[in-house]
């Protein structure tokens, strides 16, 4: 078997790893495909500036002309941002970008498998990929067919704590919980009783834990994983109150974006990133400005919960001694 290759760290990622300092893993997907140009730019920015502001450092994961990376920044990342040449890499595509030594944008999926090989153990995100709808050619084909993001088994095999926003409903959202139930992933509301649907705080779906302070997330994650259980803990966050879209106004967009992608044949990886940019631009723009200000929300809360995190590492080495 080739030998396992721990991804390149930049200096301030390998210093707070190396000091057990907080760390926070962020996707570059959502800056090379998920959002337009200017706008990528704005969320890298303000993503990044809300990790430090919460005393933790920001790691960008990405394939570096075929390194895996983690704290893109400099002429890598404005590389990233101008998004020429910078494929979409979700798991299984990690090993093709690598030997290929193409440059390589990471989804959640491929940011999971980053963030675990370095030991980071905070990563936040926008929104998750899920199980999607069921199209009509889905139907044609099979009644089992339709099209899942790896996301979902990725973070069953993770011990990380991912901040998001729920998943959009692009997605088949009951589907989704219902997959994240069966594969043992435990969702905690942040300050919120519902399942956040990204864009707005309200998609009827009830969650069974909520937690209200980041130390609570760090306890209930390391009891997770006390037990031996390797999967994620996912904690969902509603988009800022002062910016969230009504449910129903976002699903007449969303109806319409399906009934696009449907007719034009988008499907297999390409389906996320054109539906988000038909949400973009049926919203006129409004849809970007909640994605950035929730981007932004999340990177602070997770940047809370990596600094009670280590703070338990810290208490625990403390009373030992
Ligand atoms: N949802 C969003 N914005 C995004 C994505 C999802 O609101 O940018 C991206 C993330 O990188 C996520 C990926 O991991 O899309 C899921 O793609 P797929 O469904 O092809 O697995
Ligand atoms: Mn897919």
């Given at each position: 078997m080739a030998p396992f290759v721990t991804p390149v760290l930049s200096p301030a990622v390998r210093e707070a790893l190396a000091r057990k300092r907080p760390v926070v893993a962020l996707e570059s997907s959502v800056?090379?495909?998920?959002?337009?140009i200017p706008e990528n730019r704005h969320a890298a920015e303000r993503m990044q500036r809300a990790v430090q502001s919460g005393g933790a450092t920001p790691a960008i994961a990405a394939i570096v002309r075929g390194r895996g990376t983690l704290g893109l920044d400099g002429a890598d990342l404005e590389r990233f941002l101008c998004r020429e040449g910078v494929r979409k890499v979700s798991s299984r595509d990690l090993g093709v970008a690598i030997a290929e030594g193409a440059d390589g944008a990471t989804t959640v999926?491929?940011?999971?498998?980053?963030?675990?090989?370095?030991?980071?153990?905070?990563?936040?995100?926008?929104?998750?990929?899920g199980v999607h709808r069921r199209t009509s050619r889905d139907l044609e084909r099979?009644?089992?067919?339709?099209?899942?993001?790896a996301d979902l088994p990725e973070l069953a095999r993770s011990r990380v704590i991912?901040?998001?926003?729920?998943?959009?409903?692009i997605l088949d959202l009951p589907?989704?919980?219902?997959?994240?139930?069966t594969l043992g992933i435990p969702v905690i509301g942040y300050r919120t009783d519902e399942l956040p649907g990204f864009f707005t705080a309200q998609t009827g779906i009830s969650l069974q834990v909520r937690c209200d302070t980041a130390s609570g997330i760090a306890a209930i994650a390391r009891s997770h994983w006390s037990?031996?259980?390797?999967?994620?803990?996912?904690?969902?966050?509603?988009?800022?109150?002062?910016?969230?879209?009504p449910g129903d106004e976002m699903q007449e967009v969303i109806d319409a974006a399906?009934?696009?992608?449907?007719?034009?044949?988008?499907?297999?990886?390409?389906?996320t990133p054109f539906l988000l940019a038909a949400v973009s631009r049926l919203t006129k723009g409004q849809s970007l400005d909640v994605n950035l200000a929730l981007l932004e929300s999340n990177a602070a809360l997770a940047a809370e919960i990596a600094s009670a995190l280590t703070r338990e590492i810290d208490g625990a080495e403390g009373s030992q001694s």
């Amino acid at each position: 078997m080739a030998p396992f290759v721990t991804p390149v760290l930049s200096p301030a990622v390998r210093e707070a790893l190396a000091r057990k300092r907080p760390v926070v893993a962020l996707e570059s997907s959502v800056l090379a495909q998920g959002l337009p140009i200017p706008e990528n730019r704005h969320a890298a920015e303000r993503m990044q500036r809300a990790v430090q502001s919460g005393g933790a450092t920001p790691a960008i994961a990405a394939i570096v002309r075929g390194r895996g990376t983690l704290g893109l920044d400099g002429a890598d990342l404005e590389r990233f941002l101008c998004r020429e040449g910078v494929r979409k890499v979700s798991s299984r595509d990690l090993g093709v970008a690598i030997a290929e030594g193409a440059d390589g944008a990471t989804t959640v999926a491929a940011t999971l498998v980053l963030a675990r090989a370095a030991g980071i153990e905070v990563f936040a995100t926008g929104g998750i990929g899920g199980v999607h709808r069921r199209t009509s050619r889905d139907l044609e084909r099979s009644r089992q067919l339709r099209d899942e993001s790896a996301d979902l088994p990725e973070l069953a095999r993770s011990r990380v704590i991912v901040v998001c926003a729920g998943a959009k409903s692009i997605l088949d959202l009951p589907a989704t919980w219902e997959r994240l139930e069966t594969l043992g992933i435990p969702v905690i509301g942040y300050r919120t009783d519902e399942l956040p649907g990204f864009f707005t705080a309200q998609t009827g779906i009830s969650l069974q834990v909520r937690c209200d302070t980041a130390s609570g997330i760090a306890a209930i994650a390391r009891s997770h994983w006390s037990v031996g259980n390797g999967q994620s803990v996912l904690v969902v966050q509603p988009p800022p109150s002062d910016c969230a879209m009504p449910g129903d106004e976002m699903q007449e967009v969303i109806d319409a974006a399906l009934v696009e992608a449907e007719r034009k044949g988008i499907e297999g990886p390409m389906t996320t990133p054109f539906l988000l940019a038909a949400v973009s631009r049926l919203t006129k723009g409004q849809s970007l400005d909640v994605n950035l200000a929730l981007l932004e929300s999340n990177a602070a809360l997770a940047a809370e919960i990596a600094s009670a995190l280590t703070r338990e590492i810290d208490g625990a080495e403390g009373s030992q001694s």
